[in-house]
C-alpha cells in the first residue's frame, strides 16, 4: 500500500482505526524502520522529544517523541512513538519533508508509526488518507428534535459524533452548511404528507419544529467537482437507509428517507464527483 507518511513510499497497517485506538499503526513494507515524512504541508503545533520507551506511559507522554501537524481546514495529523524528530514547534514543513524517523518511544511495543488524523481535534480514520490528500470539503449540520442540538461535521458512524440526532429521537428540523458552494435542501413532513419549500445553507432551516420529518433532498450548486451524499435513518429502524448523491439514489427515488417513517438521525459529507 502506497504511503504519504513513509519515505519510502510503502506501508503495511499493523494495528487498524478502532473505537479504542483512534489511529492507524504502520511498519513499513516488510523491513519496518523508515524516516517519517509530513502528509500534508503544515505547521508543527505540538512537538515532544526526549522520550524513551516507557510501557506506563499515560497522556502525551504515551506518544513518546511527537509531531502534531496543522494543515488548515480543520485537519491536523499526528506522529507518535518517533526515535528521531527533525522538527520544532512553530516550523512550517512541506507534504513529504522528513520529520523524523520510526521508533519506539513512549507507550509502544516494538518500532511503529502510530499515525493519527483529526478533524477540528476528533480523530478520524486515517486508512483513507495514507493515500489521499486531506484537502476535502464537508458540510457542517445540526437537528432540531425539540431544541437545536450540537453541529457535527464528522460523517463517520464508528464515532459518537459521527452524525446528527438522536437514535429514536425524531428530527424535526435541519439546517446545514457547506464549506463549498451552495447548498439546496428540503423536507418532506410525514403528517401532512407534503414536501416544505427549499432552502439554502444557513438562510434558514427545513422543517416545522414539532413535525416529524420522513424524507428528504439535497443538492450541492455552486462547487465544481464536487457533490453532497446523505444518507439518514429512521427511528425504530436501527440502520442506515442508502447513500443519496445530490437528487438521486439507487433506487431512482431521489429522497433519502421512506414515507410515513419518521427520520432520526442523518449523515451529511461532500465527495469529489
Ligand atoms: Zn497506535
Redesign the pocket.
Known amino acids: 500500500m502506497a504511503s504519504r507518511v513513509l519515505k519510502t513510499g510503502e506501508n503495511q497497517i499493523t ?1 487498524k482505526f478502532s473505537a479504542g ?1 483512534k ?3 504502520v511498519v513499513k513494507y516488510r523491513s519496518q524502520l523508515d524516516t517519517i515524512v509530513a502528509h500534508s504541508d503544515g505547521k508543527v503545533v505540538f512537538c515532544q522529544t526526549g522520550k524513551k520507551n516507557n510501557k506506563l506511559a499515560v497522556g502525551n507522554a504515551s506518544y513518546g517523541n511527537c509531531v502534531k501537524i496543522d494543515h488548515g481546514n480543520g485537519y491536523s495529523t499526528l506522529y ?1 512513538h518517533l526515535a528521531l524528530v527533525y522538527v520544532k514547534l512553530g516550523q512550517t514543513v512541506k507534504a513529504g519533508q522528513e520529520i523524523g524517523t520510526m521508533g519506539n518511544t513512549g507507550r509502544s511495543y516494538g518500532a ?1 508509526l ?1 499515525f493519527e488524523v483529526r478533524l477540528h481535534n476528533t480523530r478520524i480514520d486515517p486508512t483513507p488518507f495514507l493515500e489521499a490528500d486531506l484537502q476535502q470539503h464537508n458540510v457542517t449540520y445540526k437537528v432540531y428534535t425539540n431544541k437545536w442540538l450540537a453541529p457535527v461535521t464528522n460523517c463517520n458512524d464508528k464515532d459518537s459524533n459521527g452524525y446528527a440526532g438522536v437514535v429514536n429521537k425524531r428530527m424535526t428540523a435541519l439546517q446545514a452548511v457547506p464549506s463549498v458552494g451552495t447548498l439546496r435542501y428540503r423536507v418532506h413532513l410525514l403528517d401532512e404528507n407534503r414536501w416544505l419549500p427549499w432552502v439554502e445553507n444557513d438562510a434558514d432551516y427545513a422543517g416545522n419544529k414539532g413535525e416529524a420529518i420522513d424524507a428528504l433532498q439535497m443538492q450541492l450548486i455552486g462547487a465544481d467537482g464536487y457533490e453532497v451524499q446523505y444518507r439518514v435513518s429512521a427511528a425504530q429502524n436501527a440502520r442506515w437507509y442508502g447513500w443519496c448523491t445530490g437528487l438521486s439514489d439507487k433506487t431512482g427515488d431521489g429522497y433519502a428517507g421512506v414515507f410515513g417513517k419518521a427520520i432520526d438521525c442523518i449523515q451529511i459529507k461532500i465527495v469529489k464527483k
Do not use: E, M
Request: proline share 0%; aromatic share 0%.
Open positions: 494495528t485506538h489511529a492507524v499503526d507518535a511503529h502510530h
